[in-house]
């Protein structure tokens, strides 16, 4: 005969337990409740460890994460009411650190469930010719340190490095929408404008 519930001894073991040490349970929202270890918790970015590469955004299974490149900037956001906490972004973040998730957990809100967003800002370099696109900036300072001296083979980022760091000056341009001389060459070019700068000059 099957005994009620209640009577069979795996529930009175847990009772007994239960008594000893205390409720599994805990009273959240009247007391604060700590996640456990490894917890998977709401992103949140961290702007000095963010580089702005939207490598993140790319692997985003949920389509939490977003980047839009508005003037000079890089605006990066990760929305809360979308994501799934499956960890994808941090896993595949291009410094490890630049987006994490965090133990937080409760995502209530008095507001409207659109603001449940954090946004950073990056801040964008521009090809001196064309004005394309050509990465953020803390994006080529990070690449710049990772190559070490193999920064020297790339001019444009080797110039960009350097004025950075108050070693050298950029030139002011010349009212021209395309390399055309050698002196050119010394710009920070995108790959596009190098490679006529390089076949013109
Ligand atoms: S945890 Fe997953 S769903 Fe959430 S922002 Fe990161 S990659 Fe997207
Ligand atoms: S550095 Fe990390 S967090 Fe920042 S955009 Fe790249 S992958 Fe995303």
């Given at each position: 005969m099957k005994l009620p519930s209640l009577l069979q001894p795996r529930i009175i073991k847990e009772a007994i337990k239960a008594l000893i040490?205390?409720?599994?349970?805990?009273?959240f929202p009247f007391k604060p409740h700590t996640p456990f270890e490894r917890f998977r918790g709401k992103p949140e970015f961290h702007h000095e460890e963010c580089?702005?590469?939207?490598a993140c955004v790319q692997v985003c299974p949920a389509g939490a994460l977003s980047l839009e490149d508005k003037g000079d900037k890089r605006i990066l956001t990760v929305r809360w009411d979308t994501c799934i906490f499956c960890g994808n972004c941090q896993a595949n973040c291009l410094t490890e650190k630049g987006i994490i998730l965090s133990k937080e957990f409760d995502l209530a809100t008095t507001g409207k469930r659109e603001e449940l967003f954090q946004s950073i800002e990056k801040e964008l370099v521009r090809c001196s010719?064309?004005?394309?696109i050509i990465a953020p900036s803390d994006q080529l300072i990070w690449v710049a340190k990772k190559l070490?001296?193999?920064?020297?083979?790339n001019t444009s980022l080797m110039l960009f490095y350097l004025s950075k760091e108050k070693l050298a000056e950029i030139k002011s341009l010349p009212d021209k929408e395309l390399p055309t001389l050698r002196?050119?060459?010394?710009h920070i070019l995108c790959p596009k404008c190098r490679r006529e700068a390089v076949i013109k000059s």
């Open positions: 040490k205390g409720p599994y349970t805990s009273k580089v702005g590469c939207g010719f064309c004005k394309e070490g001296t193999m920064l020297f083979s002196s050119d060459r010394f």
